[in-house]
C-alpha cells in the first residue's frame, strides 16, 4: 500500500469510529469526543488529498527541496475546519454544561425527551 | 437494539464512503498537482509575496472567508457567554476547592511571558513558516489558561479583553475597506509593499492581518476559558 492508501483508510475509520460512538453513546461528553475523533478523519481526509509523491511543504526557502510541493489549499481548508471544530466543541460543552444543570445528568437515557 | 442499530447505520455510510473512496483509492499515486494548486505555487511568490504558501492562500486568496471564520469563532464565544452566564449552580464546584499550592502557582506565573513570547514569535512569522495567527492567538490563550488553572483568586480584566476583541475585529474591516478605496479597488486588496522575499518584514499586509487575527483568537479564547470556570468560581462563591 502507498501513503496515501493508508492515510485514506485511517480517516474513513476515524470518521466511522466517531460517528459510531456518536450514535451509541449515551454519556454526552463521549458523544463530543466522537463527534471530534470524527472532525479528525475528516481533516485527515483533506490533507491527503492534497498529498503529491515525494512533496515537501509548501513553503518557499532558500535553498529550494529536490521535488514537488503537495497542495496548499486542502491545508489552509483544514485550518478553517479546525478553527471551527473548535467552535463547535466549545458550544457544545457549554450546552452539557447546562444540561447538566437543569436535568442533573448528562446521560440521554435519563434525561426525559432524549431517549431514541 | 441501540448498538445494532448503530452497527447498521454506521455499516451502510461504510459501504458509501467504500464505493465514493474506490476512485480515490484505486488510483495511481499522484505525481503532480491539479490545475489550482499548481497555478497558487506557481503565481503565489509574486503575488503574496509569502514564502508560506498556506498563509498566502487563507490571508490572500481567501481573505474574505477568513474573516467569515473568524466572525464564526466569535458568534461561538458569544454562544458559550451567553448560557455560561446562566450556570450558578454549584456545577464545577468541586475543581475550585483546591488552588494549585504556591509552586505551581508561582511556576504559572513565571512561565506566562515565555508562552506569550512563543505565541508572538509564531504569530510574526506566519507567512515564513507554519504557524500564523490562529496557532499563535491560541498559544497566547494558554499561557492565561496555565493561570487560570492553577489559582481560583485570579480575576481576568474582562473589560480590556472585550476591547481589544472589539478592536481586533473593527481592524480587519477596516484594512478591507481601505483596499476597497485604494487603486485596487477590491475588497481587503493589499496596499502596503512586498518588501525582500522571505525577511521579517515582507508579504505586504499579511503579517498584519495575522497579528489582528491573534489578538482576536486569544481575547476570544481567554473569555471563552473565563466564562466556563467562572460559573465554578461564582457558584463557590455563593454557597460560602
Redesign the interface.
Known amino acids: 500500500m ?4 493508508i492515510l ?2 485511517s480517516a ?1 475509520l476515524l ?2 469510529i466517531g ?2 460512538s456518536l ?2 453513546q449515551r454519556n454526552m461528553i463521549r458523544m463530543i469526543i466522537g463527534l471530534n475523533i470524527a472532525d479528525l478523519g475528516v481533516n485527515l481526509f483533506l490533507v491527503t ?5 515525494n512533496g515537501s ?6 535553498q529550494a527541496a529536490a521535488g ?6 486542502p ?2 481548508l483544514v ?2 475546519s ?3 471544530g ?3 466543541t ?2 457544545a ?3 452539557v ?2 444540561l ?2 437543569t436535568h442533573g445528568s448528562i446521560d440521554t437515557a435519563r434525561i426525559r425527551g432524549l431517549k ?1 | 437494539m ?2 445494532l ?3 447498521l ?2 455499516g451502510g ?2 459501504f458509501y ?2 464505493t465514493v ?1 474506490m476512485g ?2 484505486s488510483a495511481e ?6 490545475s ?2 499548481s497555478e ?2 506557481a503565481t ?2 509574486d503575488l503574496s509575496g509569502a ?4 498563509t ?3 490571508v490572500q486568496y ?1 481573505g474574505f ?2 474573516l467569515g ?1 473568524v466572525t ?2 466569535f ?3 458569544l ?2 457567554s451567553m ?2 452566564m ?2 450558578r ?1 454549584g ?1 464545577l464546584q468541586d475543581l475550585f476547592d483546591d488552588d494549585g499550592g504556591f509552586v505551581l502557582q508561582a511556576g504559572s506565573l513565571a512561565l506566562l511571558p515565555f508562552i506569550v513570547l512563543v505565541g508572538i514569535y509564531i504569530v510574526l512569522h506566519g507567512h ?3 504557524g500564523g495567527g ?1 496557532p499563535g492567538g491560541v498559544i497566547i490563550a494558554t499561557a492565561v489558561f496555565v493561570v487560570i488553572l492553577t489559582s481560583k483568586t485570579l480575576s481576568i480584566p474582562r473589560g480590556l479583553i472585550n476591547v481589544l476583541e472589539t478592536l481586533a475585529g473593527l481592524g480587519f474591516l477596516a484594512i478591507g475597506f481601505v483596499g476597497l478605496y485604494s487603486p485596487a479597488q477590491s475588497f481587503l486588496a493589499n496596499i502596503l509593499p512586498k518588501g525582500e ?2 525577511s521579517l518584514l515582507s508579504a505586504g499586509f499579511i503579517p498584519v492581518i495575522y497579528a489582528i487575527v491573534a489578538i482576536k ?1 486569544a481575547s476570544e479564547l481567554i473569555n ?1 476559558i473565563s466564562k ?1 470556570t467562572a ?1 465554578g468560581s461564582a457558584s463557590r462563591e455563593a454557597a460560602e
Open positions: 502507498t501513503v496515501p492508501q485514506y483508510v474513513f470518521i466511522l460517528l459510531y450514535l451509541t488529498i492534497g498529498f503529491v509523491d511543504a509548501p513553503i518557499f526557502r532558500a514537488p510541493m503537495v497542495d496548499p489549499v491545508q489552509a485550518l478553517t479546525i478553527v471551527i473548535f467552535g463547535v466549545a458550544l460543552l457549554t450546552l454544561m447546562r447538566f444543570v431514541w | 441501540r448498538k442499530i448503530g452497527i447505520l454506521i455510510f461504510a464512503l467504500i473512496g480515490l483509492f499515486s499522484r505525481s503532480e498537482l491539479d489550482v494548486g497558487i505555487l503565489s511568490p514564502a508560506n504558501t498556506v498566502a492562500v487563507v481567501r472567508d477568513t471564520e464564526v469563532l458568534a461561538s464565544a454562544g458559550v448560557l455560561a446562566a450556570i449552580d456545577l515564513l513558516s507554519p490562529f522575499f522571505g483568537v471563552i466556563l460559573a
